[in-house]
């Protein structure tokens, strides 16, 4: 079955300083990898995808995200963080032509000045 | 143009009643998705619609909900006899049928069962 998994559930960094989020996954095939945000009231903004090609993707809002099949993981990551960052950040995965994401449970994000 | 919109934003009900949850999705998605979130929780999988039929439904929770979308477009989320554990965020998101499955959500409904 597959499964996402976001070992950090608060994050908390400095303005200006560099971020890491985790995410593992676990799937039969080659995965369809997704990291999406959500700000309080919003709804989930797609960041970055990947699924196939160059293992590090590029994403909106600074954010790129790292492919390591070795290690099944899928690294969000981003030079220099705003305090507009701060929100709650989703890894999933999913699979071909249509079908139903997997979430993991979510790393929040704090930033402080 | 339009994103995926949700009606109502936020429902109160009590235990025991009926609920209907409507999704309108981007103009030419032919694929359309449910989810339930949960407090401290990701978005879990519902039911997942290609065009007018249920393509896959094994996420529903049991016999108490049900979902349609007749014309392919709009569709709803039915919750009959509501329990308070059904209190949650529900999204619904919608994409084209290409390979990449990018899902664009809505903003969600906020059920509440008292």
């Known amino acids: 079955a597959q499964s996402v998994t976001q070992p950090d559930i608060h994050i908390t960094v400095s303005e200006g300083a560099s971020l890491e989020l985790r995410c593992n996954y676990s799937?039969?095939?080659?995965?369809?990898l997704f990291w999406y945000v959500q700000s309080p009231g919003q709804g989930l903004q797609l960041l970055l995808k990947?699924?196939?090609?160059?293992?590090l993707v590029q994403g909106i809002k600074g954010f790129e995200a790292e492919f390591k099949r070795s290690q099944s993981s899928f690294n969000l990551r981003k030079p220099s963080v705003h305090w507009s960052d701060a929100a709650e950040y989703f890894c999933?995965?999913?699979?071909?032509?249509?079908?139903?994401?997997?979430f993991g449970a979510g790393t929040i994000l704090r930033v402080k000045s | 143009g339009a994103g995926v919109s949700q009606t109502p934003s936020n429902k109160v009900t009590e235990k025991g009643k009926y609920v209907e949850l409507r999704c309108d999705p981007i103009s030419g998605h032919t694929a359309l998705y449910w989810y339930r979130q949960s407090l401290g929780q990701g978005p879990e999988f519902l039911i997942y619609?290609?065009?007018?039929?249920?393509?896959?439904d094994s996420g529903l929770p049991n016999d108490r909900f049900f979902a349609v979308r007749p014309e392919g477009s709009v569709s709803t989320l039915k919750i009959q006899r509501t329990e308070r554990g059904d209190s949650a965020v529900y999204l619904c998101?919608?994409?084209?049928?290409?390979?990449?499955?990018?899902?664009?959500f809505g903003p969600g409904t906020r059920l509440t069962v008292l």
């Open positions: 998101a919608s994409s084209l049928i290409l390979r990449d499955n990018e899902q664009f």
């Open positions: 999933a995965v999913g699979a071909a032509g249509g079908n139903k994401l997997v």
């Open positions: 619609f290609q065009g007018t039929g249920a393509a896959d």
């Open positions: 799937y039969g095939a080659t995965p369809y």
């Open positions: 990947y699924f196939s090609g160059d293992t």
